[in-house]
């Protein structure tokens, strides 16, 4: 599973401007389906695209600077969890991925003036921490280390308009629109709004690593069937980014919603304040939930009238975990959002 998503009770909003459609009958009320009037979408679409460029603006004047995630996301005024699967959504690629693009591009037009500076001095000015770690992401990049690069047939291979094109965009790059908005999945998005809520949980380290998290969700629905709460809402979220931190370092929670219990040994107990989240019901493997998730982020969330709001997403499971195994979940992604 996508070590990263929860969710829990709540109503469903209903907003003008946005379709409604009603949930089968059982006592829930109607809720938001993904379409949006086209004049909010204009304005959010370009919210969007300016708070990615102003990240981008910012990594162009610095370079030659250590490049922080917390410092871009503030520029962009995104939480550094969502702001990295906003960026790599619009992007195309990670915020790390991006800033060695351009630092590499930059080294290249430095490489291909008629009295190139040393490498070194090339390194230090675009930013490298070092002329290794220089020459260790250029042959990543080329295949060769800086010092055995032909930049000449370089030139004369792409010409001086491909040279001056690179040093163009690697000093003025930037989002001129959005991804197209393609959606084979057939993913709708209703809104909802969710009550504060205790939770019961067990914190599971190394969650990409063997059973770790299935042995977890035993061991907390076990307890829970002790306890008599094991019909409540069952969870799963985490406060790490794993294309941020290292898996090893990732804390997966397996959770259940609980109002009146002990917290004891493993189990802990945290309060969720409300919020309102994007939700999606997802039927099937990991490879649609991956999907899912970047069309979310991807797509939705840059035309919606929204942005993240500062809580992990949540894995909301449809009855307990893992019921129908390891290779075929049903669950609700569950996005937390706020107006901007």
Request: hydrophobic share 40%; charged share 25%; glycine share 6%.
């Amino acid at each position: 599973m996508m070590r990263s998503m929860g969710g829990s009770r709540g109503d469903y909003r209903i907003d003008a401007d946005i379709d409604t459609a009603i949930l089968p009958a059982d006592g829930r009320r109607a809720c938001q389906i993904l379409r949006i009037s086209e004049k909010r979408q204009v304005a959010t679409t370009t919210t969007y695209v300016e708070r990615i460029n102003r990240a981008i603006d910012h990594v162009v004047g610095h370079l030659h600077e250590p490049l922080r995630l917390r410092d871009l996301s503030r520029t962009a005024m995104l939480s550094p969890f969502h702001f990295h699967r906003v960026f790599q959504a619009l992007v195309g690629a990670t915020p790390a991925e991006f800033v060695k693009r351009l630092r590499l591009e930059r080294a290249l037009g430095l490489m291909a003036r008629s009295r190139a500076p040393s490498l070194t001095s090339i390194a230090l000015a675009c930013g490298f921490s070092s002329s290794s770690d220089f020459s260790r992401c250029f042959k990543q990049r080329f295949g060769v280390p800086p010092s055995a690069f032909d930049i000449k047939a370089w030139r004369e291979a792409r010409g001086d308009e491909l040279k001056a094109v690179v040093e163009q965009d690697a000093e003025r790059p930037g989002l001129e629109r959005l991804p197209p908005r393609h959606n084979p999945d057939k993913f709708r998005v209703r809104i909802r709004d969710l009550s504060a809520r205790n939770v019961a949980y067990i914190r599971v380290s190394r969650p990409y690593q063997g059973d770790a998290v299935v042995s977890a969700s035993q061991r907390l629905v076990a307890w829970a069937e002790r306890q008599g709460l094991a019909d409540g809402q069952w969870l799963g979220y985490q406060w790490d980014n794993p294309e941020i931190t290292p898996l090893a370092d990732c804390r997966y929670h397996v959770a259940v919603e609980a109002e009146r219990f002990t917290p004891k040994g493993e189990v802990g107990r945290f309060r969720f304040p409300p919020m309102v989240v994007a939700e999606m019901e997802i039927c099937g493997g990991l490879d649609l939930e991956l999907r899912a998730l970047q069309w979310l982020y991807g797509t939705w969330l840059p035309r919606s009238r929204y942005v993240p709001d500062d809580h992990p997403g949540f894995e909301a499971w449809i009855g307990r975990p893992f019921a129908h195994g390891t290779e075929y979940f049903e669950l609700h992604i569950q996005l937390p959002i706020r107006r901007p």
